[in-house]
């Protein structure tokens, strides 16, 4: 690799987590086990929740969520087009049909609007992606499902933490569902975690995480175990791991710290690219805090000689990578042929799209290497301005 080329992202692992790593090698106890249960005791005191549950990925969480709701085949639940398709997959897993609508303009956040015309007799539940990181209109959200009686499930996989009129990210919900991949502000390399203060719905969520395995079986190989179990129901292996929890531990402890640096980033990039004309900077709301995990702009088409793919191969090309979030779920293949989906439909995600690309922002980036992006991106812009 060249050593010069800065990536898009790069988990922020120190020995910290090493050493923890090397302990559970040690120990034994790779699989779920008492660390899997220390850190999700550590993440509920960090989030403020009644209850946190740790999964094998952010897609396992929204299954089991939306499978402790109650989604059944022919049901209706609403999703943004402008997410990863995973929001919009897990739904397709009942036999159940993802409503898939527009987004707000300045946020790119599921827009209210959309979600009332959405509605109808079909519809259980919504769920609202906190795009990049800056939460949703959380309490019309919340407001229009009390409503109608539908369940609400946060997609929170950008938003470790996030603050809602002063309200953590995770205590809002019916369910919140965080991320831990690779690229997220808090990594384990594959993870998810379900925040509720709903009883019910977390006792169903933690049996049918392991194969519906009543609550503590995983206690069963351990000395004060017991070698009987019973399935109660058929669940899934949707289990977190102690060797995942040897990252998430360490990272917990920071993740504040993480959200400091890339706060800074994104102060540093608003700061230099303000007043150019050739992109719009994305637009946070004065009551939210985002978590800051995409620092997404916008390229004004209308004032550049090239399109975004010129762009990003310049980019690259300058040793400065970068990504795109997100292609919207409308475009995606399957989504658009099988539920009859048209751009026309979908009038800002389908404009927006062809002008997005999301900057580098992660903790272990140097000053040097942001004020790298700075330079590089600026003088493409400028030379490419009509």
Not at 298 to 308: A, Q, S
Request: include cysteine; hydrophobic fraction near 40%.
């Amino acid at each position: 690799m060249n050593k010069d080329y800065l990536l898009f992202h790069r988990p922020f692992i120190t020995e910290e987590e090493i050493n923890e790593m090397v302990d559970t090698l040690r120990s034994g106890w790779l699989s779920m086990g008492p660390k899997t249960i220390r850190f999700e005791e550590e993440f509920n005191k960090y989030i403020g929740s009644k209850t946190s549950i740790a999964v094998s990925s952010w897609t396992a969480a929204g299954h089991l969520a939306l499978e402790a709701f109650g989604i059944q085949r022919d049901d209706e639940v609403i999703v943004p087009t402008m997410t990863f398709p995973a929001t919009a997959e897990i739904v397709c897993y009942f036999g159940a049909k993802p409503v898939i609508v527009d987004v707000e303009e300045d946020t790119l956040n599921i827009s209210l609007k959309e979600i009332e015309k959405a509605l109808t007799p079909k519809t259980k539940a919504i769920i609202p992606v906190h795009y990049g990181g800056q939460p949703c209109d959380m309490d019309e959200i919340m407001g229009f499902a009390k409503h109608h009686n539908l369940k609400v499930l946060e997609d929170a996989a950008h938003s470790l933490p996030a603050y809602y009129k002063g309200r953590k990210i995770g205590t809002i919900a019916d369910v919140t569902c965080f991320s831990f991949y690779a690229t997220k502000t808090l990594s384990t390399g594959e993870g998810g975690m379900i925040c509720t203060n709903d009883e019910e719905i977390a006792n169903r969520c933690a049996i049918m995480r392991l194969h519906g395995i009543n609550r503590d079986a995983w206690k069963r190989y351990s000395e004060s175990g017991s070698w009987y179990y019973e399935v109660v129901a058929p669940g899934f292996k949707y289990n977190f791991t102690d060797l995942q929890a040897s990252l998430g531990l360490p990272q917990l402890k920071k993740v504040d710290d993480m959200w400091n640096s890339r706060k800074y980033i994104a102060s540093q990039y608003t700061e230099a690219f303000k007043d150019l004309d050739t992109i719009t900077l994305h637009t946070i709301k004065p009551d939210r805090e985002s978590s800051w995990h995409l620092y997404p702009v916008r390229l004004n088409l209308e004032m550049l000689k090239v399109g975004r793919a010129q762009i990003i191969e310049e980019l690259k090309q300058n040793n400065v990578g970068v990504g795109v979030h997100f292609m919207p779920v409308h475009q995606h293949l399957f989504y658009s042929e099988t539920f009859k989906l048209d751009d026309k439909n979908y009038p800002v995600a389908s404009s927006v799209f062809p002008r997005l690309l999301s900057l580098p922002i992660y903790p272990g980036m140097t000053d040097k290497n942001v004020d790298k992006v700075i330079s590089v991106f600026t003088d493409i812009l400028k030379k490419h301005r009509k």
